[in-house]
């Protein structure tokens, strides 16, 4: 926790609940942002660091060309919630 990789600690009582409401705040953000986010995470992790930031920079270059990326610029614009069509 002190080496800022952790952002918040539970009992194991508050485990379950904790990681649901983790998982929910997730799943708000655009689907395909969240499954290139997953896929970076499982696949980067077995990768040289510069092969991880290139894998990165790839991803973002990508989602930043997607429908969903401009709903979501639009629905911040518009103080409003994005409805995202994974496009």
């Known amino acids: 926790y002190d080496l800022g990789i952790l952002n918040k600690l539970v009992s194991a009582e508050e485990l379950l609940p904790a990681a649901e409401e983790l998982a929910a705040a997730i ?3 655009a689907p395909l ?3 290139k986010a997953k896929h ?3 696949v980067g992790s077995e990768l ?3 092969n991880a930031i290139r894998l990165e920079t790839e991803a973002e270059a ?3 060309s997607t429908e969903d990326k401009v709903e ?3 629905a911040f614009v518009e103080k409003r919630k994005a409805v995202f069509q994974r496009k």
């Open 62 to 64: 990508l989602l930043f």
């Open 72 to 74: 979501g610029m639009r």
């Open 40 to 42: 970076i995470i499982q």
């Open 33 to 35: 942002a969240v499954e």
């Open 48 to 50: 040289p660091l510069k």
């Open 27 to 29: 799943m708000k953000n």
